[in-house]
């Protein structure tokens, strides 16, 4: 109850599940059926990265600054994975730069075609508040004021049958790994075909390896971890690592990441022992 997202927006933990996330929407559109995106934690959907809570941290200027300031030098398929997200930031800042970062919400909001339904989720009063302005009068989009483990109860499955659920908790209590691991099983079991994007930071690799054991022992299967480091990971320092879990992933996923990420990782340095990993960990 007390994080509040605008401090880390447009961080390296952003750009990792953002492009994660734009590029699992774009796939879902393969099809003319509608989808369903249920973001459980998410804040207030778009950040003034000139604010003063911004500018506090500056952890953008690590993350989607360091892009933008080298994207020129990208390779041509690396551009194309990046597309579907560095679209959203380039129509919220279109004389160039990046002043405004599209938090999940807006990027999920941005992407959807007229069929497209969103449920976003948020518990922080001041930031649900701002959320409901921010996305209260488009039809598309239920805004709730909701803690997020009961949502994965209320709201699965869709009706439309098809989407992703986008679960990004602020990791500050210590059992959010169990909680996570719990919440993901209760919503799978309502929902065993959708797609369960967990976004994590990584400081703890045995809760990771603990949370990849737990969702394997209660049947969830076809599920993918991809780690972006930044530099050596360290429990009491800022965040330089992090993950997205994926369950059930578009087959395209994997080739997309394994194509961005050796850029990302580049790009992203901060210090020694920069790294990433796109690995199946539950087979189908």
């Not at 509040?4 to 961080?11: L, S, V, W």
């Not at 969702?215 to 076809?222: K, M, Q, S, T, Y």
Request: aromatic share 8%; net charge neutral.
């Amino acid at each position: 109850m007390n994080y509040r997202h605008i401090y880390h927006a447009g961080n390296i933990g952003d750009v990792l599940k953002h492009i994660a996330l734009a590029n699992i929407l774009k796939y879902l559109q393969k099809k003319d059926g509608a989808y369903r995106v249920l973001d459980t934690h998410a804040g207030v959907g778009l950040y003034d990265l000139t604010s003063e809570e911004a500018q506090k941290t500056g952890e953008w200027q690590q993350g989607i600054g360091k892009v933008l300031e080298n994207l020129g030098d990208a390779p041509g398929p690396v551009k194309e994975v990046l597309a579907p997200w560095l679209e959203t930031v380039e129509t919220l800042n279109p004389g160039g730069g990046v002043k405004f970062y599209p938090g999940s919400p807006e990027i999920a909001c941005m992407l959807a075609r007229k069929q497209d339904r969103l449920t976003l989720t948020e518990l922080h009063p001041e930031d649900f508040e701002e959320l409901k302005n921010n996305y209260g009068g488009d039809k598309k989009v239920k805004v709730i004021a909701l803690d997020a483990w009961l949502a994965l109860g209320s709201f699965l499955p869709p009706k439309e049958r098809r989407g992703v659920v986008l679960i990004d908790p602020a990791f500050e209590v210590e059992d959010e790994f169990a909680r996570v691991a719990d919440g993901v099983i209760r919503g799978w079991k309502r929902w065993p075909t959708g797609t369960f994007a967990i976004w994590y930071p990584v400081k703890n690799f045995s809760a990771v390896r603990q949370l990849i054991a737990t969702l394997d022992e209660a049947g969830v299967r076809n599920t993918v971890k991809i780690e972006l480091s930044a530099g050596k990971v360290s429990k009491d320092a800022p965040m330089k690592a992090s993950g997205m879990m994926v369950i059930n992933p578009p087959w395209t996923l994997t080739k997309d990441m394994n194509t961005a990420l050796p850029w990302l990782c580049k790009t992203l340095t901060q210090g020694i022992n920069p790294s990433w990993n796109v690995e199946q960990v539950i087979p189908e």
